[in-house]
């Protein structure tokens, strides 16, 4: 896949790719930030890792990329050595081979040391001397560097997996060379952040080779429209599908393309212009209801992985129970009427498998179509008699009908409303919103109100009792600039009872001398995604501006 092509199938993530070209360039300069990218499963890394790698080809780099997942020693043996020299007679525009044999015998009059040590490797690796081969693989880059006076980006995609080599300390090894090795920058990658992260910090935690860690998640609504933009470019589509397509698919980048993918074939097929709610409807009953769809049998997949062992029925217990949205450790309990001690092990462990998350008391599907798949399919399939041909098909098609009326008819409710609505869901629980904890009271008499300042302008409020005291949600669509701030603040102050706590929504967000202000001022600022983050948490449709 050429440049062209990488721009053009790649979107989003431009702040992250910006950072990755970053490191690299500050590696020539002879600055190094090793980089750790982890996320959720088709998220996108691997994809990030290319563009990055298309983009700056022609920079005075080398980049070995290996793929770790589900992959023996000697293919990280070969694929190591192979990368390396096969990029350096690219570069110096040498002819190319692709039998490392051939490879060595081209590079040799070149970089006789680092042939001499790649030729050693394959030695040690024939004999079955893995230790010493992971060793000398390891030195590699350090010796590549010394004798051509480049540098050298070292990409480990799914970096967990070196522990199935079965090498003695095998990040402790890894760990040394790090911190050794100035001229070679390590990115890795991980679909297992739990697992990634205890790594990073006790056994690759150096004085000089600590990672930066950058995590990816979802698209974001806004993210999410612009990918189906991209996709359906040229096909006409109304805005309320779009949302819901945004919403339904939780913003994952892999479900997102597909489904435009069988939106634009079904389009097609019924000769239409334009895509109305029956062909999403068919797409999405095409893709997700039907066995051999295309997400349907990568759930499949993810289930069988999950489900392999003696715990298998207790963990498709507790992912139906999830889905039906019990959260609680306690309520989980209650309807699998199991024990705590008994279901906190598996919760744990699909935790560990990242396919469940907690915030708080709360745990939730990490992957909210995942989560819609095994409540409204999975589910059914187990526990469901067919005695008619066709029905689960019907009434699947009814859910995504209802799905759909129900997410319009929440889409135009006033923002206040909602904020209401879900505000009565608070039960004095502590949730992470992007990185802050906040504690969300349970609240009585919650009401809507217009708040009017000094200047005669109107905000859209709440005031909520909870149980310390009043609090007052301040809501506005547009961003809140500093003029805004401190006619909200005035207010405030005239308050009698004054708020225990003060909360601005946003959802535009505040501009930054306004941020600062409310933040000196103790005010808490939810802006779009800590919102729909707390929509999440409760089942609840996102906002749609």
């Not at 090498?167 to 390590?186: D, S, W």
């Not at 759930?299 to 715990?311: M, R, Y």
Request: proline share 3%.
């Amino acid at each position: 896949m050429n440049l062209i092509d990488f721009d053009y199938n790649f979107y989003g993530r431009r702040s992250v790719l910006e950072i990755l070209k970053k490191r690299v360039m500050g590696l020539k300069e002879g600055y190094r930030q090793n980089v750790a990218l982890l996320g959720s499963r088709y998220i996108g890394k691997t994809a990030l890792l290319h563009c990055m790698m298309s983009q700056m080809e022609d920079e005075d780099v080398f980049f070995i990329y290996l793929d770790l997942e589900n992959r023996d020693f000697d293919y990280f043996s070969v694929q190591f050595t192979k990368s390396l020299l096969y990029n350096y007679l690219k570069k110096e525009n040498l002819p190319l081979q692709e039998d490392l044999k051939l490879l060595c015998a081209e590079a040799k009059d070149h970089i006789p040391r680092t042939v001499f040590l790649v030729q050693a490797i394959e030695n040690f690796t024939g004999q079955g001397k893995m230790l010493e081969a992971y060793h000398m693989i390891l030195s590699l880059p350090e010796v590549f560097t010394q004798e051509t006076g480049k540098s050298v980006v070292l990409i480990f995609d799914e970096f967990g997996h070196l522990e199935n080599f079965n090498i003695p300390e095998v990040f402790a090894e890894l760990g040394k060379r790090i911190m050794t090795q100035k001229n070679c920058l390590y990115i890795v990658a991980s679909s297992f952040p739990q697992q990634a992260e205890t790594i990073l910090s006790e056994k690759l935690s150096l004085l000089f080779g600590n990672f930066e860690t950058i995590p990816l998640q979802p698209f974001n609504f806004s993210e999410a429209q612009g990918l189906i933009d991209q996709n359906l470019d040229g096909v006409k589509i109304g805005l309320h599908l779009k949302n819901f397509m945004a919403d339904f698919a939780g913003g994952h980048p892999l479900y997102i393309n597909l489904l435009c993918q069988e939106l634009i074939c079904l389009s097609g097929v019924y000769a239409q212009q334009e895509i109305y709610a029956p062909i999403v409807t068919q797409a999405i009953e095409n893709v997700i209801f039907n066995r051999w769809g295309v997400i349907s049998r990568h759930f499949e997949l993810e289930i069988n992985a999950l489900t392999a062992g003696k715990s298998a029925g207790l963990a498709v217990a507790l992912l139906g129970a999830l889905a039906q949205g019990k959260h609680k450790i306690s309520d989980l309990s209650e309807s699998l009427k199991l024990k705590s001690p008994q279901i906190s092990p598996r919760v744990n462990s699909l935790q560990d498998s990242n396919i469940v998350e907690r915030n708080g008391n709360y745990y939730h599907i990490k992957d909210k179509l995942f989560s819609y798949w095994i409540k409204y399919v999975y589910q059914r399939r187990l526990h469901v008699i067919d005695l008619e041909a066709g029905r689960s098909r019907k009434q699947f098609k009814e859910e995504i009908n209802r799905a759909l009326n129900d997410f319009g008819v929440v889409a135009r409710k006033d923002l206040s409303v909602r904020i209401s609505d879900l505000m009565h869901k608070f039960d004095n629980e502590s949730f992470v919103l992007c990185g802050r904890r906040y504690k969300l009271t349970a609240f009585r008499d919650i009401k809507i109100l217009k708040l009017r300042t000094g200047t005669g302008n109107y905000f859209d409020a709440i005031s909520a009792q909870g149980q310390e005291g009043l609090w007052l949600v301040v809501l506005k669509k547009d961003p809140v600039h500093d003029n805004d701030l401190n006619g909200i603040l005035e207010e405030i102050k005239k308050l009698d009872p004054r708020p225990l706590r003060s909360v601005i929504v946003s959802l535009s967000g505040l501009d930054e001398n306004a941020k600062v202000r409310a933040l000196q001022e103790k005010l808490w600022i939810w802006d779009e995604d800590q919102l729909n983050c707390l929509m999440h948490l409760f089942d609840e449709p996102i906002i749609v501006r």
